[in-house]
């Protein structure tokens, strides 16, 4: 989205705080299956702090749980939300974005898939300069029906926006679809398509230009099969579902096959068709979700490529961070939805804690990790990701055991990740001001592998402190 003069308002710290404190006891109500309370904290959780989008999310998750995912809420919903409905519209007029987003939040713990209170919360949040936020509410907006033309014109236009061309470009397409006579969809589609055409084609020019570079310009990939047998493989999937439209593997096979060939536009309108066909099957939730990560993921690989040779190019490094962020946030959802649905599997809890933590949000991590050691096969990670959140909360103490235990449980086989560990443990030692320790620590990694992060260097700097703290 292009830069706009907006008034965003300024969270009051102790609002911030017992915010915080609130989405503690939420996580605890949440846990314990009472869902009306969870919802009532997490509600004062977004109205102390609205731009928090995890308290959103937290919220949302919340709110659908109640329903079981039953994608109509309440059946009393039309008349119980009828006061909040109105108190939305007076806001609306008014220009009070805050208020549409506290009353949306209202009519959504009755109802979580109106359509139409999340578009209009989604576009008081993209004035409030919030668009993580607006685009997230859109996206969730999609689930109840893929090929709502309000939703997908609204997000497509967000999108377009933001500088996603290439899916604002899939979502007018699907407007277009469902009503051929839309002249704008069809317009804005064909001239996105030739922008992303342009774009894909042409990275360097556009750089060397000052060009605006998207997230998601997707790059354009050669098909792994021969035309020929992959066009056979379609066709035959494609029959299938013809004769049993309600089965969710045909449609997974042949998104598969689209994306193997490049062609992740054809992959995403197939899911979306599987989700509509099958009553929204979770697999095909799921793989519509991974296939939406994976243009950030080819961009991010062709952007650490350009920078091996490029090092110091600030909108090369700037578009990097963008891309990891964005990644790291959309795989936190897709684990965090895999864990709610298959709560015995760790490994799903072991991603979603390593995922957290790199998004900063270091207690629920620490919550996620902890359960997650509890299996063997993720206790060696599970300890070392939780070495770092007690490291990030100086918790000196339990990120030394962590490591400590960490260290001890690798393999020989484990050497990246005992060269991790012993590298962050030298640096708790150096916090602490132990430079015995540092320096000890330090030439074991060294004698694993010298050049392994500047380690030389450290070390002699170790070996000068503590030759002053001797003498």
């Not at 299938?240 to 536009?265: E, R, V």
């Not at 979700?289 to 350009?306: A, C, D, H, S, Y």
Request: contains cysteine; aromatic residues 6%; neutral net charge.
């Amino acid at each position: 989205m292009g830069e706009r003069n907006i008034s965003r308002p300024t969270p009051n710290p102790e609002h911030v705080r017992v915010a915080a404190q609130q989405f503690e006891r939420a996580r605890q109500a949440m846990n314990a299956g009472n869902h009306d309370y969870s919802i009532e904290l997490l509600r004062t959780c977004c109205q102390l702090d609205p731009s928090n989008l995890v308290y959103r999310q937290a919220l949302r998750r919340t709110q659908k749980a109640k329903y079981k995912n039953n994608l109509r809420g309440s059946p009393m919903s039309w008349l119980t939300t009828s006061i909040p409905r109105a108190k939305l519209e007076r806001a609306k007029r008014a220009g009070d974005h805050l208020k549409v987003l506290e009353y949306g939040e209202i009519i959504l713990s009755a109802d979580p898939w109106s359509t139409g209170t999340q578009i209009d919360m989604a576009l008081a949040a993209e004035a409030l300069g919030w668009t993580e936020m607006a685009v997230w509410m859109l996206e969730q907006a999609r689930q109840k029906d893929p090929r709502d033309a309000r939703v997908n014109r609204a997000l497509a236009d967000l999108y377009e926006r933001c500088g996603n061309f290439s899916q604002a470009m899939l979502l007018w397409g699907m407007v277009w679809r469902v009503n051929p006579t839309d002249l704008e969809a069809a317009r804005k589609y064909k001239d996105l398509a030739a922008q992303h055409t342009i774009v894909a084609g042409n990275y360097s020019e556009a750089a060397q230009s000052g060009g605006r570079l998207s997230l998601e310009t997707p790059i354009p990939t050669e098909a792994v099969t021969p035309r020929d047998s992959h066009q056979r493989t379609v066709e035959a999937l494609q029959e299938k579902i013809a004769q049993d439209p309600t089965h969710p593997g045909h449609y997974l096979q042949l998104a598969s096959a689209l994306a193997k060939a490049g062609k992740l536009d054809e992959a995403r309108r197939c899911l979306d068709e599987g989700l509509a066909a099958t009553g929204r099957n979770f697999e095909l939730q799921l793989a519509l979700t991974e296939l939406e990560i994976e243009p950030f993921r080819t961009n991010l690989r062709m952007v650490e490529g350009k920078l091996a040779s490029d090092p110091d190019n600030t909108q090369l490094l700037k578009l990097k961070c963008q891309l990891e962020h964005e990644i790291n946030r959309r795989e936190m959802d897709l684990f965090r939805q895999k864990a709610d649905r298959f709560p015995t599997d760790l490994t799903n809890r072991l991603e979603l804690g390593i995922r957290l933590s790199r998004a900063g949000l270091l207690d629920e991590a620490i919550q996620e990790l902890q359960a997650a050691r509890k299996d063997p096969r993720c206790r060696l990670r599970a300890q070392v990701y939780l070495g770092h959140c007690f490291r990030d909360r100086k918790n000196w103490v339990l990120a030394r055991k962590n490591y400590s235990e960490a260290l001890q449980a690798a393999s020989s086989g484990d050497e990246d990740i005992r060269k991790e560990i012993l590298y962050e443990m030298a640096h708790l030692a150096v916090e602490e001001g132990d430079w015995r320790t540092a320096v000890e620590l330090g030439n074991e990694l060294a004698d694993l592998d010298f050049g392994y992060r500047n380690i030389g260097k450290l070390l002699d700097h170790w070996q000068s402190q503590l030759e002053k703290a001797t003498t």
